[in-house]
């Protein structure tokens, strides 16, 4: 079923054929749904596609609701307000992720505290998640604070990464036991299960990203997805600049501009309409590198989580440089050389200068996943030549 494909990029001087590590898949109804918006002239933030993106993603995250958002920042920034994440509180976000989450809790004046990664699958530590509730903080005038900063606890930020689950159940165990609201960012795991449910179907609230690079892409968009129809409603609204009238200009509020539009919609649609066979192909891409990849002297493959079904959005390995005879930034240095594109992952969120003065657990998994870490090409499309040549290119890190 992978067909084979070549890619081009440019630089002043040269041009490659390279492996990608991961581009947009549109061989659906895309163009189709486009063309409609621009012969019916629907092409603003108000249109039919929208609503039935919103229902499409709704029902992929197994949530009642889903207002769809110029991207899955933005959702992420809306869900922490309707959350009641104020100026000066913290939330518990995953010191292993991509920045935004932690971006996103600024917007709201608030702070990060970060929860290290687990081993096995890079997700957040619920026990060092239970040990910063529990021995961190006190409760104090009503509210959970943490100890070492005094700032109240607001909100838990699990954040899926790489198309796995976090281990939710101990995660919703501790927010219960606390009366903390969850936030999920479940931007890079829509179509990942977690004991059969979808990632984003567990918090008040998650967020999904339509990103360029993410499982379903829409060029730019996100999804702020929900059970709760007051949260929607009131998502919808914020989104909209939270104009009160339908006529008259009339603000009740400080809202947002981030709504999408009905040709971005379109597109989600049509992306949509091919999300198992997105999965179904990552899932087949992952048991492709596994079954090849796992042979090789120093490189761990990824493993799906029990009781998980991960979609292995961007397939990751670790490389253990004592084995491997390289760290992780040589491989990709050599698969550069061989026009073959991987990269590291994010520098985690403790580390980040961009957070500096945020509290954060110990984080020394983290640390060792980003040194040792590295995401190889796996395109939706992916030829099983190009698997071929990647994990050539990786077996050859021994010889
Ligand atoms: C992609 C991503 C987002 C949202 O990205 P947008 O580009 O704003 O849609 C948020 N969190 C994580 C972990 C992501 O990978």
Redesign the pocket.
Known sequence: MKRARAYTIRSDTTSKTVIPLSVPCLRGNEWAYVKECLDTNWVSSVGSFVERFERMAAAAAGTGHAVATV??????HIALKLAGVEAGDEVAV?DL?????AN?VRYQGAWPVFVDAEPMHWQMDPQKLRDFLRKECVFAGGALKNRHTGRRVAALLP?H?LGHPCDMDPILEEAGAFGLPVVE?A??SLGVLYNGRPAGSFGRMA?L???G??ILTTG???MLVTNDAEMARRARHLTTQAKDDPVEYIHGEVGFNYRLTNVLAAIGVAQMERLDRHVADKRATAKAYTEALSKVPGIRCPAEPKGAFSTFWLYSILVEEKIAGMDSRALLRRLSGKGIESRPL?QPMHLSPAHRGSYATDCTVAGRLYREALSIPCSVGISSAEIDQVVSAISDVNG
Request: aromatic share 10%.
């Open positions: 991207n899955g920042t933005a959702a992420l995953s992720t991509f920045i935004a989450p996103a954040v990464i960012d931007t890079e967020s990203s339509f990103n690079n993410k730019g968009g996100g994010w």
